[in-house]
């Protein structure tokens, strides 16, 4: 599940649930949705709510960090803790780990 | 040194992406016997998924097949899971572990992380595979708990 707060061109995108092969197709639509209608200067994806999150989870942060990048914005991952924060560092994406928030 | 078995569970299951959530859940029940931490279940879980993952996405490449998984528990805190899968087996399991090798095409958007993280997650990850036959991932895991 995901909840959109929308202030003009900063997206942030609260992300719910476990995020594995099964439940990345979901995420994966309804951000590209976000991103095209959008079209954002910053999207922040929110892990606050993320249970549990494997390799396919960092398959869909780099699928969506493409997307925002194609549409000159850029992306930030903010409240994303222990395995979670250290499968993004294994990805080699800590730079998008933001401590504090950016809005 | 010979490892002696404590506990034994085998699940066998449809090679379908809604089970993994089901596996890594199974395999968090398992080893809950041992009063794990929190981030000693939460490793085996990540391990877990990458793994049934991987059969499911390469080994059966989304048709029809079994994925099995064995839990044993050995005496120590030894916890060891074997993934196995009846699919298209590793040529080249060397390769395959290297950080961001991946077969997968783009728009699956894989990064070839998913053995890189079993290592990290795990103390030993082993592959035995046959083209053509199948794959084993062996995890292994010793637990100190609470
Ligand atoms: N069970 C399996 N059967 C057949 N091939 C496999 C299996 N497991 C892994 N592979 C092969 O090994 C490669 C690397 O696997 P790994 O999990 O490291 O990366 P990935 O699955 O491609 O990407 P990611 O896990 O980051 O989403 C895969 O791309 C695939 O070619
Ligand atoms: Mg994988």
């Known amino acids: 599940m995901l909840k959109i707060y929308n202030d003009g061109k900063r997206i942030t995108a609260a992300l719910y649930g476990d995020i594995d092969h099964h439940a990345a197709r979901e995420f994966r639509t309804a951000l590209d949705d976000v991103i095209a209608r959008s079209r ?52 080699g994406l800590s730079s998008l780990i933001v401590t504090k928030t950016t809005n | 040194m010979k490892k002696i078995l404590i506990n034994e569970c085998v699940l066998r299951f449809p090679a379908i992406s809604r089970n993994e959530s089901l596996s890594r859940s199974a395999a968090a029940a398992f080893v809950l016997q041992l009063d794990p931490t929190v981030e000693e279940t939460a490793a085996i879980k990540t391990a877990v998924s990458e793994a ?32 196995k899968d009846k699919g298209c087996g590793i040529p080249d399991v060397k390769a395959a572990m290297e950080p961001e090798f991946s077969t997968a095409p783009p728009e699956e958007e894989r990064s070839g992380l998913g053995f890189t993280v079993m290592e990290s997650f795990m103390d030993k990850v082993r592959v035995r595979s046959a083209e053509g036959k199948g794959t084993a991932v062996v995890l292994e895991k010793t637990l100190i708990g609470k």
């Open chain 2, 52 to 83: 049934v993952t991987n059969a499911i996405v390469h080994g059966y490449r989304n048709t029809k097949g079994t994925v099995e998984m064995i839990m044993r528990l050995y005496e120590g805190n030894l916890v060891q899971i074997i993934i």
């Open chain 1, 40 to 91: 954002p200067e910053l999207l922040v994806l929110d892990m606050e709510n993320v249970g549990f999150m494997d390799s396919s989870g960092v398959g869909l942060i780099l699928g969506r960090m493409r997307a925002v990048n194609d549409v000159g914005g850029e992306i930030l991952i903010k409240n994303a803790r222990g395995e979670i924060a250290e499968m993004i560092r294994l990805s």
